[in-house]
């Protein structure tokens, strides 16, 4: 008696929840949605289970009408779908077997009813009325999931909802039709059922409004079905084993237990293998793709592992390592080898996977294989058989592809009309066939591994070109004070007729010799190291009297100075210090004329050092100044010059994290500042 008011409790329950849901539909009839035709089905739904709650509390004794009420209501859901897949649908007439299927129950319900009226018996044939319905209900169900669900979430939802009920109905009746008895529990758990499918169709009819036409793509990815297939199997195979057991101890006597238990370990030992062989995983996970996926690769995850593997930082050492281990990932392949063109050869780069003993060769780049690799950008595998589309190329492969056991296939690395390099793979465990979809796959992948190749080789050519330019910066400042000594050297020789019997002049001409010795020396030592053993603690104040006294020679008329009787420091390479000073002040003297005047002052802050270079000459206009002044091989020397000096100095006072400002006018002057960082008086003290 308990269990009876639990049960009309259930089915109340479950009707005033289904008539919420038919409150629901007809809301969205005044929306004009697609799921108001089902309103009519939830109004016979709720009241088919309050007659089921009438029947157990006893207020109905006419299971007849019972039975016109159950087979009612599937009609009724049956119709609601009709008419949605007639309203959604573009065509303009079902096709005749839809319309047959949709009128299959009415017979059925109108048996009832004449059973109703007359009061015939039903308890022989009622359980097979009810699964009939149930079944061609959960068939209609099926058909309006696949022709009009694709793209609204609400019918998606509504159909998994029916689905179920329906499923529940059918192994209710089959139950019944077995055991020739009504299971009371599961009549109590139908309620339970029709309450959570129709509370969750209440929910989704108020959530997902369809304010749009969006699709509604709810899938099961590729991992989620894979684990979903491998429990379900497992739990089949447990179940299997279960029932057998419960046979062999049913029936088995003495040795009952003992063959159980056998059965018990040899199944735990078989499901253990499953989860454990890579080989065996890797066949169940082809098996899926191939019978539950339109396509055999999950294309979004592939190219997430392709980018994940391409986009981590590597050295150039490690770039076709990790473009092999990218491939390798997506096909399968347990081995493999990389080619890379270098010269007029593509080279074994990396390998993988495959035996010592063999022995990679390089492939010329205008042999044959090469050729169809890159025209055609073929896809070659070797072991096709009798494939003749996929064979028919084989002829251009070379003799040493036939010396790597199991070798799978040969696909080229094209960016542009490159061919960049091309990879050999191993023949993986679990599926070796050769798809459309497999080569475009390949000739994608080779297209993304290309890029990447080729931008790493161009990464490692900036890098050459950066140390090439930082040499030639270098040279170009040797060759530039080289000219300097040039010029110091031919006046000696110039003079050296007229003042050779003068005592003074041969040791100033000694004097220039041996200084310009002493800067051939540091030059040489320049181009033999990276010239950091060269930077040293200077004296900021020594660095500029030098330049002006080495300017000053047969000038001290026009050249002035006024430097700052300072002890700050710098950390500089004397001689490209000194050179730089005195660039500036020998170009600001060979712009003055005679009876003009070229000053020198050097003033200095706690942490900078200010010199100034200014002169009375021709001065440059605001083009010349920001477009030419600072482009090397720029001059106006007429020949006198390489027109570098200016370029290598502005380098060199960047080095320094220094500063150079020109400010000039023509006809009335340049003025030339440099800035440069230096140490407080305080650090020099403490030297």
């Known amino acids: 008696m308990e269990s009876d008011s639990v049960t009309i409790m259930a089915y109340v329950s479950a009707a005033v929840v289904a008539a919420l849901l038919t409150l629901t539909f007809c809301y969205q009839f005044f929306r004009h949605q697609k799921t108001a035709f089902f309103a009519p089905a939830a109004a016979v739904h709720t009241f088919n289970l309050g007659v089921v709650a009438a029947v157990i509390a006893g207020r109905i004794d006419s299971p007849q009408w019972a039975l016109f009420i159950e087979c009612l209501h599937y009609n009724f859901w049956a119709l609601?779908?009709?008419?949605?897949?007639?309203?959604?649908?573009?065509?303009?007439?079902?096709?005749?077997?839809?319309?047959?299927?949709?009128?299959?129950?009415?017979?059925?319900?109108?048996?009832?009813?004449?059973?109703?009226?007359?009061?015939?018996?039903?308890?022989?044939?009622?359980?097979w009325a009810t699964l009939s319905l149930a079944v061609i209900a959960l068939v209609s169900v099926e058909q309006l999931f696949r022709y009009a669900a694709s793209n609204d979430r609400q019918i998606k939802l509504l159909c998994m909802n029916l689905a179920a009920l329906f499923l529940f109905d059918i192994y209710l009746s089959t139950h019944t039709l077995i055991f020739q008895t009504v299971d009371p529990l599961l009549v109590q758990a139908r309620a339970a059922v029709s309450l959570a499918a129709c509370l969750f169709m209440a929910l989704g009819g108020l959530l997902l409004q369809q304010r749009s036409e969006r699709p509604a793509n709810i899938t099961l990815s590729r991992p989620i079905a894979f684990y979903t297939t491998s429990l379900v199997a497992v739990g089949v195979l447990i179940t299997v084993l279960a029932l057998g057991g419960y046979y062999v101890r049913l029936y088995g006597g003495n040795w009952g237990t003992v063959i159980y238990s056998l059965v018990l370990a040899g199944a735990v030992l078989l499901i253990t293998s499953i989860f454990i062989s890579t080989t065996i995983r890797s066949r169940l996970s082809v098996l899926i793709n191939?019978?539950?996926?339109?396509?055999?690769?999950?294309?979004?995850?592939?190219?997430?592992?392709?980018?994940?593997?391409?986009?981590?930082?590597?050295?150039?050492?490690?770039?076709?390592?990790?473009?092999?281990?990218?491939?390798?990932?997506?096909?399968?392949?347990?081995?493999?080898?990389?080619?890379?063109?270098?010269?007029?050869?593509?080279?074994?780069?990396?390998?993988?996977?495959?035996?010592?003993?063999?022995?990679?060769?390089?492939?010329?780049?205008?042999?044959?294989?090469?050729?169809?690799?890159?025209?055609?950008?073929?896809?070659?595998?070797?072991?096709?058989?009798?494939?003749?589309?996929?064979?028919?190329?084989?002829?251009?492969?070379?003799?040493?592809?036939?010396?790597?056991?199991?070798?799978?296939?040969?696909?080229?690395?094209?960016?542009?009309?490159?061919?960049?390099?091309?990879?050999?793979?191993?023949?993986?465990?679990?599926?070796?066939?050769?798809?459309?979809?497999?080569?475009?796959?390949?000739?994608?992948?080779?297209?993304?591994?290309?890029?990447?190749?080729?931008?790493?080789?161009?990464?490692?050519?900036?890098?050459?070109?950066?140390?090439?330019?930082?040499?030639?910066?270098?040279?170009?400042?040797?060759?530039?004070?080289?000219?300097?000594?040039?010029?110091?050297?031919?006046l000696v020789v110039r003079n050296a007729e007229k003042h050779k019997d003068n005592p003074e002049f041969i040791d100033d001409a000694i004097q220039t010799i041996s200084h310009s010795v002493d800067r051939m020396n540091g030059l040489l030592k320049k181009l033999r190291t990276d010239g950091k053993d060269l930077v040293a603690q200077l004296a900021i104040r020594d660095a500029v009297q030098k330049a002006v006294d080495e300017c000053s020679g047969g000038s001290s008329t026009r050249l002035t100075s006024d430097i700052e009787n300072c002890a700050h420091t710098i950390e500089a390479d004397e001689v490209r210090l000194i050179m730089t000073f005195t660039h500036f002040i020998k170009n600001a003297l060979e712009a003055t004329p005679e009876h003009g005047r070229v000053h020198v002052t050097l003033r200095c802050t706690e942490h900078h050092a200010v010199i100034t270079i200014e002169d009375t000459g021709t001065g440059m206009d605001w083009d010349f100044i920001h477009n030419r002044l600072f482009k090397p091989f720029e001059t106006t020397k007429s020949g006198k010059g390489m027109g570098i000096g200016v370029y290598l100095s502005r380098e060199y006072i960047n080095d320094l994290q220094g500063t150079l400002n020109v400010t000039s006018a023509l006809g009335e002057g340049t003025t030339v500042t440099v800035e440069l960082p230096v140490d407080s008086i305080e650090f020099k003290a403490s030297l």
Do not use: M
């Open 290 to 490: 191939k019978h539950l996926f339109r396509h055999k690769y999950d294309y979004r995850s592939e190219w997430l592992r392709l980018i994940n593997y391409l986009a981590q930082p590597a050295e150039s050492s490690e770039a076709n390592q990790r473009a092999f281990f990218a491939v390798a990932s997506v096909t399968r392949a347990p081995g493999g080898a990389i080619w890379v063109r270098k010269q007029g050869y593509y080279e074994p780069v990396y390998q993988s996977g495959l035996p010592s003993f063999i022995d990679l060769q390089e492939e010329p780049v205008d042999s044959p294989f090469c050729q169809t690799l890159l025209q055609s950008e073929w896809v070659f595998f070797p072991d096709s058989g009798d494939n003749q589309a996929l064979s028919q190329y084989n002829e251009h492969l070379p003799p040493w592809t036939h010396n790597i056991p199991n070798l799978w296939l040969l696909f080229p690395l094209i960016v542009g009309e490159e061919l960049v390099g091309f990879t050999a793979l191993i023949k993986p465990e679990a599926d070796a066939s050769l798809t459309w979809e497999d080569l475009d796959l390949l000739k994608t992948i080779g297209r993304q591994l290309a890029s990447y190749l080729k931008r790493h080789q161009q990464a490692e050519q900036l890098a050459e070109g950066a140390q090439f330019e930082t040499y030639n910066k270098l040279v170009a400042f040797i060759i530039h004070d080289l000219n300097n000594l040039i010029a110091q050297q031919a």
């Open 80 to 127: 609601s779908i009709y008419l949605t897949l007639k309203a959604t649908s573009d065509q303009k007439r079902l096709p005749t077997s839809l319309r047959v299927l949709f009128v299959l129950g009415w017979p059925l319900t109108g048996l009832a009813l004449v059973a109703a009226l007359t009061g015939l018996s039903t308890q022989g044939w009622a359980p």
